[in-house]
């Protein structure tokens, strides 16, 4: 990008690039999510390197789902592109890994039905899997908190659903600007924070001292994790769990 970083491009320039139309981009810039860097005398639109890297987070937040006014949102709390960048491309990975084993398992039922062999049902059903960590879920919390979890989630309208993702994302920079100035576990506004991350998690489960406690260890404990919230900060899971032991014995024990 950084030959093209004084360039700027017309709207229709921008629309052939970018595969959408003109009229969307006018939409996004009444919105408020796309503003051009500038407009001409004629009333000609132009965008820069800022505003194409912005679009593509657009178009990336709306291939997974979010509506616009929670994109507004998500994008608004990340001020780094890159690491902003760098959770997107991970969601997407993430949902494109899905997606190739449900791919394998259907492969694999075409292959046994035109074979006339049969397939079990643990076989057919077995990369159906929407939440990597279910089981692990179930192994430290039961299966009734999962179920329960589970239930709370599918009973939200799409409109909530959106919104608990754009909450993830602005909580998760607000612990990002506490870690950055240096705050300490107990310090009130890194309690406030945290405060903000137990409201989340409640939203679809109610953990108890100790189970929020053991949720902000696997935070640490598993590379997924951390590698999720390092994408915003270095150390961000680490930072996390003091701050939720901290909040656990002062709210929750």
Known sequence: MQRDDNRTWTISELARASRITSRTLRHYDKLGLLEPASVGANGYRYYGAAELLRLQRILLLRELGLGLETIAEVLDGQADPVQALAVHRDWLLAERDRMDR???TVDATINALRQGEPMTAENMFKDFDHNPYEAEARQRW???AVDDSKARYAGMSLGEKEQFIAESAALNEELARCFDAGLAADDPAVQAAVDRHYKWVCVSWTPNAESYVGLGQMYVDDPRFT?????????LASFLLAGIKVYAERQLS
């Open 142 to 144: 039961g299966d009734k």
């Open 227 to 235: 590698a999720f919230y390092d994408n915003y900060r270095a150390g």
């Open 102 to 104: 449900m791919s394998r």
